[in-house]
């Protein structure tokens, strides 16, 4: 089992920036993939960016360059830098890490950007 802890959640104001983490623990054998995704009331939930080994990262078209995701291999972290925030990136944000093919979600941290 892996076991995932995000932080960094908050309220923040239409331009300004949170920094989000997801720390893994335990029975983590090979990451292949770190990723973030978003659930806003009434929608689906969404990839947001995604880092995997050896790869460009990926970011959907609406957080290009604002957001930047990158990863601690040392600390089983990954980490999404979110600057110039919108009302439209209010959302749970949900990290989701393949361990050896596995997929595990973490518990969910709330974002809101008021306008």
């Known amino acids: 089992q892996v076991q995932l802890v995000e932080s960094g959640g908050g309220l923040v104001q239409a331009g300004g920036s949170l920094r989000l983490s997801c720390a893994a623990s335990?029975?983590?054998?090979?990451?292949?993939?770190m990723e973030w995704y978003r659930q806003a009331p009434g929608k689906q939930r969404e990839l947001v960016a995604r880092?995997?080994?050896?790869?460009?990262?990926d970011y959907r078209d609406s957080v290009m360059g604002r957001f930047t995701i990158s990863r601690d291999n040392a600390r089983n972290t990954v980490y999404l830098q979110m600057n110039r925030l919108l009302h439209g990136d209010t959302a749970v944000y949900y990290c989701?890490?393949?361990?050896?093919?596995?997929?595990?979600w973490g518990q969910g941290t709330q974002v809101t950007v008021s306008s």
């Open positions: 880092i995997r080994s050896g790869r460009d990262p």
């Open positions: 989701n890490v393949r361990n050896s093919g596995t997929g595990y």
């Open positions: 335990g029975s983590i054998f090979s990451i292949n993939a």
